[in-house]
């Protein structure tokens, strides 16, 4: 039972990486999922105040993952028609066939955005650069965070 909920655990924690990147799952939660199941894992050593701590930590990040980007094209001068746009850029983003499709998709929906609302080239490209900059940013804040569940799940285990 053990080593079938260390794969399950390794598995998830996979799905968390991949989640960090493709913005349909769930990064940092999938990662908490396998600390959790090593509270399961007999001989493992996981403090239940841990768990709830990164449990926090995962949400506050999961949630930050929609609001950072929006932050980034506020910041880099964009309006509400930017922030839509690169909302609408990511989910068509996602669902594109073309490699980077979740950058491109935000970069472009930020830019379209801001073109419909003022027409202005040069403040829809400083949009989408902050779109673009706020996206790069919360994904690298979802992967640290993985990355760190990751190396307490297997210090946990092992």
Same mark, same amino acid.
């Given at each position: ?9 390794? &598995?998830? &924690? ?13 990064? @940092?939660?999938? %990662?908490? %999922? ?7 894992? @007999? ?7 841990? &768990? ?30 930017? &922030? ?25 929906? %930020? ?16 949009? %989408? ?30």
């Amino acid at each position: 039972m053990g080593t079938l909920l260390i794969v399950a655990g390794i &598995i998830l &924690i996979i799905l968390g990486l991949i989640g960090c990147v493709l913005p349909v799952l769930p990064g @940092p939660l999938l %990662a908490w %999922a396998a600390l959790l199941l090593a509270k399961w894992i @007999p001989g493992a050593q996981i403090d239940e105040k841990l &768990i709830w701590t990164t449990l926090a930590v995962a949400v506050v990040v999961h949630v930050m993952d929609y609001v950072i980007p929006a932050m980034g094209t506020k910041k880099f001068g964009g309006s509400k028609w930017g &922030i839509w746009g690169a909302t609408i850029g990511l989910l068509f983003g996602i669902f594109t066939p073309i490699p980077f499709g979740v950058i491109l998709g935000p970069f472009l929906g %930020a830019f379209i955005g801001e073109m419909i609302h003022e027409n202005q080239a040069d403040r829809a490209l400083k949009a %989408a650069l902050g779109s673009l900059v706020g996206f790069l940013f919360s994904t690298g804040l979802k992967l640290a965070v993985t990355l760190y569940f990751g190396y307490l799940f297997v210090q946990a285990v092992w």
